[in-house]
């Protein structure tokens, strides 16, 4: 397990040529007037409409797996674990590969959780790695999102993100702690850590 680190930052990416962000509200109008629709694999990062990154079998597969066999059954009352589905912040709406979120899937009918109802952030990364270390990592630290993991399928280790500056110049997570296989990652909802999760039970 490595000391931590503070993490570095990245400037927002701009495109080379001249294109126009969206609000999360005109994010929402094109995905009701049927502009965007489930065929559509994108997502809104700090008011950029980007392409989502393709998955592989061992990303899906770990996903499953983490959700249904590691995380869900460590969770209290009052808590449950989403998979692959929106949350909004103030100027996204990322889809994080799982989320652990305040309250139950009835209490969401009607809008998507926000920073507040988030406890944890998880991306699996393999081709999407360079993406989920900066682009998504400075928008749930300026969103104020508390715990953002990194399952890192490239160097098979779990990244521990915490202490995010939310609204920021310069937003970011000021903290990261790395775990390998042998090692016990602390799981902390709330403030309150339920636990730790042996590192093998997160990679692959």
């Not at 993490?7 to 995905?31: A, G, K, N, W």
């Not at 589905?85 to 209490?107: F, N, Q, V």
């Amino acid at each position: 397990m490595s000391a931590g680190t503070l993490v570095p930052t990245l400037p927002p990416v701009v495109p080379p040529v001249p294109v126009r962000r969206f609000t999360v509200d005109e994010y929402h109008q094109m995905i009701r007037a049927g502009i965007l629709g489930e065929d559509d694999n994108v997502e809104l990062l700090e008011g950029w409409i980007v392409p989502k990154m393709p998955r592989n079998p061992a990303h899906d597969a770990l996903i499953a797996w983490v959700h249904n066999r590691v995380l869900a059954p460590r969770l209290r009352e009052g808590w449950y674990c989403r998979g692959q589905s929106a949350i909004t912040t103030p100027d996204s709406e990322p889809e994080p590969d799982l989320a652990l979120i305040r309250g139950s899937e009835r209490d969401y009918l009607s809008r998507h959780p926000g920073p507040a109802d988030t406890a944890l952030a998880v991306e699996v990364a393999d081709s999407s790695l360079a993406r989920d270390r900066t682009i998504k990592a400075r928008m749930y630290a300026a969103a104020g999102v508390p715990l953002y993991w990194i399952i890192n399928l490239v160097d098979n280790q779990i990244e521990v993100y915490t202490q995010p500056t939310g609204l920021d110049p310069d937003p970011n997570y000021q903290m990261r702690q790395d775990y390998k296989g042998s090692d016990l990652v602390p799981l902390v909802i709330d403030g309150i850590e339920l636990g730790s999760i042996p590192g093998c039970d997160l990679l692959p």
